[in-house]
Structures are given as C-alpha cells and as structure tokens.
C-alpha cells in the first residue's frame, strides 16, 4: 500500500480531530503539524517547523518538496482565503481545501449572497453596504411605522425650520401614542411606540440636508427628548442582524435587541473597525426564525457527498443567551433533520450552490458548510462557510469511520462518486470549555487538570484547542480551550458522558454551557449563522 505524507495546516480543536481521524489511516506515511504548540497536535504528528503566511508561503512549499508531502489539508479559513490552496498545490501533490476564489463564499458575505441571489437559492432578504450613515438608516427604515408617519406628515411641508419641524413630529407622536397599545401586551405596546418614535425622529433629522447635521440633530433628539431615548434602549423584536462582510473570527455578527445596540454595532465595524478590513461592508440581514442546524458537504466541483446533520450553539450561556462566540459545543445527528428534509437541502441549496461556484468557473474541491435556519417556509441559507466547523467537525469525527485519507484524496482528485461513506450510529456530543473572560477579552495562563481522569471516561475524546504545555503542565493559551466529545447509543448517553468528563477537567476561570444537546437547545431561535 502506497504511504500518504500529509501536511495539517491549522492549531484548534478541529485540527485536532481531523489528526486523529488521519492518523487511523493505514494509509498515512508521515503527519506533519503546523501548530505543534497545540499538545494534541504535537503527540500525533512531526513539528513542521515553517511559518504559516501568505507572504512566505514559499517556504511551506519548500517544505512540502523537501519532505515529500502529498496531501495538504487546510483546516482554518484565513488560509484558505489567503490562496494558500493555489500556492501549494501541484501536478504530484494534492490540497484538500478550495482556492482563494472559492473560499470567497466565507470570506466576503457579501458576494456570497449574490450567488445565493443569482442562483434563487432561499436565504433572508439582505442589504449590502459600505458606509455606516446609510447601515444606520436603513435598519432605522426597517422599523419605519406607517402610521406614524401618517399621522405626522399632514402639515409638516409648512414648518421650514429643522429644529420646528423636529419638535412638531415628536409632540405629535406624543399626542397620538396613547392609541397604541391597547389590545397589546406591554412588552409589545413598547416595542410599537419605540418604533413610532425612531421613525419620527428619523424623518425629522431628514430635513437637514449635510449628513454631519443629520446625526447631530438625531443625537440632540436622543439627549433632550426622553421619548427619544427611551426609544433607543427599548427591546424591539425582529431588528435585523448586523454582519461584518469578511472573516471576523466569531465575533462578526451582531443580533441586536434595541436600536442603541444597533447603532453600537454599525459604528464599532464600520467606523471604529474592531475587526479591521472585515468590517469595511456590512450585510444588514432579515432575522430569520427556527431551529438553527448545520449541513456539511463534501464536493469535487461535481459530486457531492451530504454529511450528517449537526446542531451547534453560538452563544455563550445556556438557553442561546449572551454574546456570539466560536461555538460552545455541537451534536450529530441533528434530531430536527429527517430524510425528507436533508433531500430537500440537498436540492434546494447544496447542488445550486455547486453549479453556481462551477458557472463562475470556480473549481470547489473541499467542504462546504450550510449555515441553515428551518423556518416555517422552508430551510433559508445564513450563511456558507469553506471549511469543516469547529466545534462541529469534533462530533463528526468521531462518527465517521471511512478513511478519511482515501475521501480527501478522491475528493482532490474529482473522483468522489466512488466513494461510499460508512459512519457510526450511535450519537457524538461535544461540550466546549472556554477560557475566563471569553470571548471578549480571554484569560490565559491557568493550569488544567484533571485531563487523564477525564479521558477515561467511557466513550469520550479530548481535543485540545487553546492549550500549550508550560513545562511538564498543560495550560490555558486561548479563548476555547477544549472540546469534550463523547459517544453514546443515545444523545442523553451521549451528552451525559460529555458532561461527567467536563466536571473533571479543572482550571481557574472555567466557562462551559450546560445544555448542550438539551431537549429544545437550540430551539426556535434567531438566525445570525456562524460567526466567521
């Protein structure tokens, strides 16, 4: 049997899981890593000692010509990206990842939905734009209340001053808003003045003609008017999600709750660019509700192979409450998924996304990952990502039990349609420990213990993350610091194992959530999709 050297490029828990699916292969000559600070990566393959970046990816493909390699697997998309895929592929030696112009379906959301759009694949309703003035106008357009500007334009064309023209809307939302709210609850009858007034006082600002003006007369409007400021912070449901276009990391897309939220958004991607470059376009996106799943596919540009469903969740604390994160934890399979609905991704979204990158003469050898929220009309794409998820490609792993060798390499080579996919039945759940202060501002530097006992926990696997050894200690080193994953016959064996090994790995500042796999977790949510 010909030996396969493979080069893993990439240092979490993903990357992880893929080595200890490679390293089953009977087919693997030599695994060489190029994080072997990550200590589960170090004690599976050979430190390859080259910097992994597109300005001196060169000398990635000296190293793969001086140690033979003939397999590169790309884990993380800011290589992918980058072209690392064009750079390092070759007649003798095969990338498992797509190109730089295929990758752009994670990369630039915004381009993204225009497939999605050229190719009338279901997805929300989207503005994409470049300025923060017209982001913030147009969730504000959003919320515009029509009968509040009816009951204000009559004889606004007479009042000629700015200033007067404000202080007439407002006084006359004012006189008007005691008839709203009466065959509402409270929380609603909030929600509809707030959005009266936000209209108001954005049709108000309108007549100023310079936009400086425009935003000093909507923040004179929110200091001297109460309406107007409690109108800011009230909770209106249904405001639009707020995504920075390119790869932000996770941290990307925003689900506000009221408008202040909204504006805070708008100004910290587009204006004080937290997320640098990424954050230059945003996609003002319909909020989508539903269960929340994500469909992974293999393809070769022609072929494709679905692989089972998995439910992750985003948010950091139980009941998808706090800020968006990386991924707190994932199952598979997902139990709202059932033949008939996988058939009916397959069709809708995953084969017309593949002709689509093929008209574009977009050669898409890899995986592609469905961001996907089942709403009541059908399953709507959130998003599209080029890569396996992390944490989903933990539980995935772990059921797949082809060689993973032979279907990265069928897939290189366009032969994918001969390859039959054998995966185990029984249920993998992964729980994800964060660092201290994740994902905001992570805490590292804490000693972990427990990890042995942890292991020996029937069924599971420990896949390190951000972790680095720090002498004969392993240590916290990022802000997700390890993926639990377990399997059992059912997703409560499963989840329960999961949970025994996680209540024995220690460290100071731990942060887990505690329902994952949970009946109704995720349930009805809104979409926001993976962070990128």
Not at 111 to 119: G, P, V
Not at 225 to 232: G, I, L, T, W
Not at 285 to 306: F, K, N, Q, Y
Request: some cysteine; aromatic content about 4%; proline content about 6%.
């Amino acid at each position: 049997m010909e030996k396969v050297n493979v080069l893993l490029i990439g240092g979490g828990g993903r990357e992880h899981a893929l080595a200890l699916k490679l390293r089953e292969s009977p087919r693997l000559g030599t695994l060489w890593v190029t994080h072997p600070e990550n200590p589960g990566l170090a004690d599976l393959g050979r430190a390859a000692d080259v910097p992994v970046n597109i300005r001196e990816v060169y000398r990635l493909e000296q190293f793969c010509d001086r140690q033979g390699i003939d397999l590169v697997v790309i884990g993380p998309e800011d290589p992918l990206a980058e072209g690392f895929a064009d750079k390092l592929a070759t007649e003798r030696r095969l990338v498992f990842g797509p190109g730089s112009d295929g990758a752009r379906i994670e990369a630039d959301k915004g381009w993204c939905k225009q497939l999605l759009r050229s190719a009338a694949i279901p997805t929300g309703e989207a503005r994409i734009l470049s300025d923060a003035e017209s982001a913030l106008s147009y969730v504000e357009s959003r919320l515009r209340d029509d009968e509040a500007v009816r009951v204000v334009l009559g004889p606004l064309r007479e009042i000629r001053d700015p200033h007067e023209r404000g202080r007439y809307i407002l006084q006359r939302v004012k006189d008007n808003i005691g008839l709203v709210g009466e065959r509402l609850s409270p929380e609603q009858a909030t929600a509809v003045r707030a959005r009266a007034v936000i209209t108001c006082a954005s049709i108000a600002a309108s007549a100023f003609r310079d936009p400086e003006d425009r935003r000093r007369a909507m923040r004179e409007f929110e200091r001297t008017d109460p309406m107007v400021s409690s109108a800011y912070t009230a909770r209106i449901p249904g405001l639009p999600v707020i995504k920075a276009s390119g790869l932000a990391r996770g941290k990307g897309v925003v689900l506000p709750s009221t408008m202040q939220e909204a504006a805070r958004a708008i100004d910290e991607i587009m204006v004080r660019r937290i997320h640098g470059d990424a954050g230059s376009t945003v996609i003002i996106e319909e909020r989508l509700s539903g269960p929340e799943v994500s469909v992974l596919a293999i393809t070769d540009g022609t072929s494709i192979m679905v692989l089972p469903a998995c439910q992750d969740h985003k948010r950091l604390l139980d009941g998808d409450r706090g800020p968006n994160t990386g991924g707190m934890g994932a199952f598979c399979p997902s139990g709202v998924m059932d033949a008939d609905l996988m058939g009916r991704v397959e069709r809708e979204i995953l084969v017309p996304v593949v002709d689509a990158l093929r008209r574009e003469e977009i050669e898409y050898r890899g995986v592609l990952y469905a961001g996907l929220m089942l709403t009541a009309s059908g399953p709507k794409v959130l998003e599209f990502n080029a890569r396996f998820g992390d944490p989903e490609c933990q539980p995935l792993m772990a059921r797949l039990r082809t060689d993973l060798i032979d279907l990265m390499i069928a897939t290189c080579r366009g032969e994918l349609d001969r390859v039959t996919v054998e995966w185990d039945p029984r249920t993998a759940c992964c729980v994800v420990l964060a660092a201290e202060g994740y994902p905001e501002k992570p805490r590292a530097g804490a000693v972990i213990e427990g990890l042995e006992e942890a292991s020996r926990v029937e069924g599971v696997t420990i896949h390190h993350a951000g972790t680095r050894r720090d002498g004969g200690r392993i240590v916290v080193a990022g802000g997700r610091v390890l993926g639990v994953t377990a399997l059992g016959e059912t997703l409560d064996e499963a989840r329960a194992r999961a949970y025994r090994a996680c209540d024995l790995i220690r460290y100071e500042g731990k942060t887990l959530r505690r329902d994952i796999g949970q009946p109704g977790v995720p349930g009805d949510r809104t979409g926001a999709g993976t962070p990128a």
